[in-house]
């Protein structure tokens, strides 16, 4: 039985975006409302409005999404919050870094991300709510 082909999902100016597995059919869609439009890309996968492909989505382990959009909330600008699959949270604050966006001022403990073994662990609270979904680290 050949693989079923799986649309990829990314993150992309500030908003998750796949584009259609299917040879020849140039259309992505997005999850969620954005300037306007509800996308056809969900949890439970894809819907084309273009070729009429449906099928399955991969996107990152929930845990991930959460980290990745912690770092990428730090961005001012939403058209820089952008990650590719196979990047890691350690490369989005790198490229954070390289691009002059360093830690805010925080009060209580200072600790912005704490990261063990590659992964964040624990999220300072101002950056928790600078987030634009909800934050949920450890749950
Ligand atoms: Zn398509």
Known sequence: MPDQPCAI???EWGRWVA???VADCWNAEHAGLWQGAVGM???DGMACRE???QGAALWPAPELAEQLLAVLALRPMPSTRNWLPGETVADLLLQ???HGIGVPELDGDGV???VAD???VDVHPALAAASPVPLAIGA
């Open 9 to 11: 999902v990314r993150y």
């Open 19 to 21: 584009d259609c597995p």
């Open 41 to 43: 890309l969900t949890r």
């Open 51 to 53: 070729c009429g492909w």
């Open 96 to 98: 954070n870094t390289q």
């Open 112 to 114: 912005l991300l704490m």
């Open 118 to 120: 590659g992964r964040v």
